[in-house]
């Protein structure tokens, strides 16, 4: 029924950039340097609308507009409604505010006993440890903090972050995040893993990063040796669309399997992006042929300037229900809303079970046939007693 997706159709190569030499090309510090980040620099490329024009003038007052040449390149400059467009250029959309929209969407100030730390589940903290990304997706959900574009004054200095997970033998799970932390140094994540490697308590480390999408050759053999040095180092990459899956990406996510390092992917449910069933099949699959296990579906937080990129929840069951028994297990995200207020994420299910009572549990399968599984409930305990056991 779904048609295949061909790997040797995946984006490569250097698109408006052929004339650079691929030793420059590829050399991270240089993806850095040549981002996009004004109206005149990326019309240089393309055409943008007038909505876009506007939004890229305001960008600076909100959430700061930058994009790789690489992940630039992904973009169909000819079309309007393109995906990876829709992530990274700004519209004038996002001055926009409806009363349901908040600066800190999921109540995350709230939850931080100190600066760089959100404490919100019993084991686990979320650790900022920087401010400042690759590229900039628009409906980030730190955007009052991430880039520092609204005064916001947050300058991680992540000894205070360090300090607390000492101090705090509960935490037995730390999730590096930001900002992206992989625009640190090799030297100074090798730091910062190898002082919460020290700590007796923490035993589970992982990363939440879009370099790897943004940035492909910040993942070198360097850095993959600090993941060795203080592995297991688990990573959640953040891919929203199947023209995001490049050889370059894929490229990357086999040099951290290789060193060790498991790999997850977090997608935001956006409207006009990946809002469709098709969509996301083309994705999950892509993402399980990267070695990347899809392990999230967002729904998109209430961030201040979203609703042009926020779907309806009903399209993430959908998507769900789509999924489900027509592809592996393996390529299920679980679709999850991140409370507004501080609730953490609630995971929201298809139902397939229509009853369950005292003699079966009725259900229906990934087709809509009803199926029963009956409940023996009659064997009494006593049964069992005496009974010889011959194994
Ligand atoms: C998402 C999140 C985590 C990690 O949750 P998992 O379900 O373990 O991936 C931890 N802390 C905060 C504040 C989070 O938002």
Redesign the pocket.
């Known amino acids: 029924m779904f048609p295949q997706d061909h790997s040797k159709n995946w984006h490569s190569g250097q698109g408006h950039w052929a004339h650079i030499p691929p030793q420059e090309w590829n050399r991270w510090v240089w993806q850095l340097q040549h981002r996009l980040k004004t109206v005149d620099e990326i019309e240089h490329y393309m055409h943008l609308t007038p909505e876009e024009k506007a939004g890229c003038y305001f960008a600076d007052k909100k959430l700061a507009l930058a994009i790789t040449p690489y992940f630039f390149n992904l973009i169909d400059v000819n079309d309007p409604d393109d995906p990876v467009r829709r992530q990274v250029i700004p519209r004038i959309e996002e001055t926009h505010t409806s009363p349901e929209e908040l600066l800190d969407p999921v109540g995350?100030d709230s939850s931080s006993p100190t600066e760089g730390i959100?404490h919100?589940?019993p084991d686990?903290?979320?650790f900022l440890v920087t401010d400042r990304c690759a590229s900039y997706c628009r409906y980030c959900t730190r955007s009052r903090l991430v880039s520092n574009a609204q005064d916001y004054n947050f300058h991680p200095e992540f000894e205070n972050g360090l300090r607390y997970i000492e101090n705090h033998p509960e935490v037995r799970d730390v999730?590096l995040s930001g900002g992206d932390p992989l625009l640190l140094s090799d030297h100074k994540l090798d730091y910062l893993l190898g002082r919460l490697r020290a700590i007796p308590h923490v035993e589970f480390i992982r990363i939440g990063s879009r370099i790897p999408v943004f940035l492909p050759q910040r993942i070198t053999e360097s850095l993959c040796n600090v993941f060795r040095k203080h592995g297991p180092i688990w990573m959640s990459i953040h891919v929203n669309h199947p023209n995001e899956c490049t050889q370059d990406l894929r490229a990357a996510c086999e040099r951290l399997a290789f060193a060790g390092v498991p790999l997850g992917n977090q997608s935001v449910l956006l409207r006009g992006v990946n809002d469709d069933p098709e969509t996301m099949r083309r994705l999950v699959h892509r993402l399980l042929m990267m070695r990347v296990r899809p392990y999230y579906l967002y729904q998109c937080d209430l961030i201040t300037g979203s609703a042009h990129l926020r779907a309806h929840p009903q399209k993430g069951l959908e998507i769900i229900r789509a999924l489900r028994g027509h592809t592996t297990g393996y390529a299920l995200p679980q679709f999850v809303i991140?409370a507004p207020g501080g609730g953490g994420?609630v995971p929201l299910n298809p139902d397939y079970v229509t009853g369950i009572t005292e003699t079966e549990v009725i259900m229906r399968n990934f087709e809509g046939k009803e199926y029963r599984y009956p409940i023996n409930s009659a064997i009494p305990e006593e049964a069992f007693s005496g009974a010889q056991c011959i194994y």
């Open positions: 995350e959100v919100r589940y686990r903290v979320l999730l991140d994420k």
